[in-house]
């Protein structure tokens, strides 16, 4: 176990990508100093106030500058707006000596070697001995750049290669030099997986390394074929896409948000770098993508790429006559079979099997695909499992070349390879002579891979934090309904798994929470609510809602309703701890079921909230209630507090979601001592589990129910009332808004009291599911929530 600590880090250039990797350190609580070139000439606004090049604000300005953009660009880069105040900037003329007291220095420079070499030079004048040293590099050999320094400085540098943005994308590719220290790599490769939330992949210093060295070929590959197939770019953007577990943003709209001219760097880097690659051809450009960097038609940047905005049109380019036309909608036969198949996974079979256009794309790029990654060993990876990996982390792949290939079969994957004139490489055909017929295989809830050199199935380094539902499923099931799989994750504790679509909360789902707190009160010590899946749970099953409204069946509805509430209830008083792993998308009824449990072990990647106001309700699993209480629990002795009951109505009513699991702090959805964050989500079952386990261990007592939260009645309803009269007058909520907002206020207020009064969670409960009924009656509800079933989007009537 090594003891370095980081502490603080420098990173050197403030770039989109400097930037961005400076926030994210900044994100984990480490200390940043982000240091850029010190401008050469005065802006007209600078001229004007009278400064000099010598002011510290001239001489900073390209860092502040660039730091501000950052931090105003969205997706954000950053958890939270305080923790920016960890960053501290300078230049590299008055502040470099700083860098003798940071822990890990980080060159994050224009890529150009003789540049990255002169920074190299200034910064071991001022590094101090064993300071980790590295480069962001996406492609430059990391041999050239450590030529002519220090031996120390050899032994602790090597290249650290973040993915933009550094924020959202996982993949940190580790690549050492000739004389990096095996401590380091092993240090960094830790560091990355734990602190930054990566998934660290050690990569050999070969050009582009793993993941743009397979995900620029699988682009180049397309742009060849797309022309050959007679396919549009709107059509290879629907192949490309979510059916195959890829980014909605697919081929071409990715390569519109990165920019032609990044995916052409690289590109031209490995066509002129990599003489002997079998493929070396296709890193060629074709004629349309010259003719696109020549019209600077490089995207988003400079307004116009494979895709164009006009007004409110979206407009694709034709790559046979380069004019821009109106995007048209897109339909495969072969895309259409895989509509009933929800695992992506199970998907591949039908997709190589299609008799139509869609199918003979497949085919020609899987083969492609399988046959280069097959020949990418020993070149650039020892192990076939790391390009699987640098693939999903790197490029949002749900699977990796290799998961897709066994998905098919490896034996039929050669056959469709070899109807394109390819062949596998040959380890691939003695792996099947071995007796080996997959990539991978599951033992003992872990997995293993197939290990190239000694013809066996290895386990996986590095699963041991983990915990992988997909290869405990089968084995470790307790309880199966069409809603939830119980499994036992063992040492006395549970994990409820939802698995209906978007992991909605219906009835099956609360049955299936029901029975596993039944299950482990009776035989086990705790219980966790969790999945890995995309998204924790988009909430309650509105279609179902719906369903019962338009029918008037207001008895069923009400007894739905109450169902939800009571389970929810159940989480919070069982006889065992419960705790819930919320990540992604945690909506309506999953937000208030993880606002019910005892504790939160939320993924930072966690965009909770109460959405109900969208479809037209409040909300009714609890949530109102909850709100109301917790306003209750943050009264303090001189408050005023009408104007902390507020703070939570208007979470509420202005249907907030948090941008990560930091700021649902501030909305009082998660709770300071209760619940915690873990960055890598990968983690998070592993410490659900160890959290649920350590309060059954040290004397779980089950709650007792709540009868003193205190609602302030008559005083608080009228304030609200005044308040969303005037919202309305003045336009800023509808009339139905409106009517959404005072029956929210009669609950939080806990009805017309005439004073302040304690009451029970019961009694709020009672009034958050009247007023979620009477709603249901009103026609603009149910266009409301009709519109969110057919759009996915909310309506504002």
Same mark, same amino acid.
């Given at each position: 176990m090594s003891k370095r600590r980081i502490k603080k880090v420098a990173i050197i250039g403030s770039g989109i990508m400097g930037s961005g990797i400076a926030c994210h350190f900044a994100n984990i609580g480490v200390d940043v100093l982000l240091l850029d070139i010190v401008p050469r000439e005065l802006t007209p606004a600078e001229k004007a106030k009278g400064l000099t090049l010598e002011d510290k604000a001239v001489r900073n300005r390209l860092v502040n500058d660039a730091l501000t953009a950052s931090l105003k660009s969205k997706p954000s880069p950053i958890y939270h707006s305080s923790f920016a105040k960890r960053i501290t900037t300078g230049n590299l003329d008055d502040d470099i000596a700083k860098v003798k007291d940071v822990d890990w220095i980080m060159e994050v420079v224009v890529e150009r070697l003789d540049i990255k070499k002169i920074v190299f030079e200034k910064l071991e004048k001022h590094r101090k001995p064993g300071t980790l040293i590295t480069s962001n590099t996406s492609g430059i050999p990391i041999h050239f750049m450590s030529e002519g320094r220090s031996e120390d400085f050899q032994k602790h540098f090597c290249g650290t290669h973040f993915f933009n943005p550094a924020r959202y994308l996982k993949l940190f590719e580790i690549i050492p030099g000739p004389k990096t220290d095996a401590s380091v790599l092993e240090f960094l490769n830790g560091y990355g997986e734990q602190f930054l939330g990566k998934t660290s992949v050690v990569a050999k210093d070969t050009p582009a390394f793993i993941g743009n060295r397979i995900g620029i070929f699988g682009i180049q590959s397309l742009f060849h074929q797309v022309k050959a197939l007679d396919l549009t770019v709107e059509e290879v953007d629907k192949l490309t896409g979510p059916v195959i577990g890829r980014p909605k943003s697919a081929t071409f709209r990715t390569v519109d948000v990165v920019g032609l001219d990044t995916l052409v760097h690289v590109a031209n880097g490995i066509h002129e770098n990599c003489p002997n690659d079998e493929a070396h051809e296709l890193f060629k450009l074709p004629d349309f993508i010259n003719t696109m960097m020549e019209n600077k038609w490089?995207?988003?940047? #400079?307004?116009? %790429?494979?895709?164009?905005?006009e007004g409110r049109d979206i407009l694709a380019l034709d790559l046979n006559t380069l004019e821009y036309k109106p995007t048209k909608k897109t339909k495969f036969a072969t895309l259409e079979l895989t509509k009933t198949i929800d695992k992506v996974i199970d998907r591949f079979t039908v997709l190589v099997s299609g008799k139509d256009k869609a199918g003979d794309f497949y085919r020609?790029?899987?083969?492609?695909?399988?046959?280069?990654?097959?020949?990418?060993?020993?070149?650039?990876?020892? @192990?076939?499992?790391?390009?699987?990996?640098?693939?999903?982390? %790197?490029?949002?792949? @749900?699977?990796?070349?290799?998961?897709?290939?066994?998905?098919?079969?490896?034996?039929?994957?050669?056959?469709?390879?070899?109807?394109?004139?390819?062949?596998?490489?040959?380890?691939?055909?003695?792996?099947?002579?071995? %007796?080996? #017929?997959?990539?991978?295989?599951?033992?003992?809830? #872990?997995?293993?891979?197939?290990?190239?050199?000694?013809k066996s199935q290895e386990k996986i380094p590095g699963q041991d934090g983990f915990i992988i539902l997909d290869n405990i499923r089968k084995s470790k099931e307790v309880f199966k309904n069409t809603g939830v799989v119980v499994e036992d994750l063992g040492d006395g504790i549970l994990n409820c798994e939802f698995q209906s679509k978007m992991n909605t909360i219906g009835g099956d789902v609360l049955a299936g929470l029901n029975k596993a707190v039944e299950i482990a009160e009776k035989d086990f010590a705790g219980l966790v609510i969790g999945n890995q899946a995309a998204n924790f749970s988009v909430g309650a099953n509105i279609g179902m809602i719906f369903m019962m409204a338009v029918e008037q069946e207001y008895d069923e509805l009400n007894a739905a309703i109450k169902y939800f509430q009571d389970t929810m209830m159940r989480m919070r008083y069982s006889s065992i701890p419960t705790v819930s792993a919320p990540h992604g998308m945690t909506l309506g009824g999953g937000c208030e079921l993880s606002m019910h449990v005892d504790k939160v072990v939320a993924a930072a990647e966690t965009y909770i909230g109460l959405v109900e106001f969208g479809v037209g309700v409040i909300p009714g699993g609890g949530g109102s209630k909850e709100m109301a209480l917790r306003a209750s629990d943050s009264f303090k002795k001189g408050d005023v507090e009408l104007n902390t009951l507020q703070e939570y109505f208007l979470t509420i009513g202005m249907a907030k979601v948090a941008t990560s699991a930091y700021e649902a702090f501030d909305m009082g959805i998660l709770q300071p001592g209760k619940d915690i964050i873990v960055v890598n989500k990968d983690r998070q079952l592993a410490t659900a589990k160890a959290h649920a386990k350590l309060m059954a261990e040290t004397g779980y007592t089950q709650p007792v129910k709540r009868t003193d939260v205190k609602v302030l009645g008559k005083q608080a309803l009228g304030m609200f009332l005044v308040g969303t009269d005037s919202m309305e007058a003045s336009k800023f909520i509808s009339e139905h808004d409106h009517k959404i907002a005072n029956k929210l206020a009669y609950v939080m207020a806990g009805g017309d009291l005439s004073e302040p009064t304690l009451v029970s969670e019961q009694y709020l409960l009672d009034l958050e599911r009247e007023a979620f009924l009477s709603l249901c009656t009103e026609r603009k509800t149910l266009e409301r929530i009709q519109h969110m079933l057919k759009t996915g989007k909310p309506l504002r009537n």
């Open positions: 490089l995207g988003s940047k #400079t307004g116009q %790429g494979f895709y164009k905005k020609k790029n899987f083969a492609a695909m399988f046959s280069y990654v097959s020949h990418r060993i020993p070149e650039i990876t020892d @192990e076939l499992y790391k390009i699987d990996d640098a693939m999903k982390a %790197g490029f949002g792949w @749900e699977h990796g070349p290799f998961q897709i290939w066994d998905a098919v079969g490896v034996a039929k994957g050669i056959d469709i390879m070899k109807a394109e004139g390819l062949e596998p490489a040959a380890w691939v055909n003695d792996m099947l002579a071995s %007796g080996s #017929t997959s990539f991978y295989s599951v033992k003992n809830g #872990t997995t293993h891979y197939y290990d190239i050199p000694k």
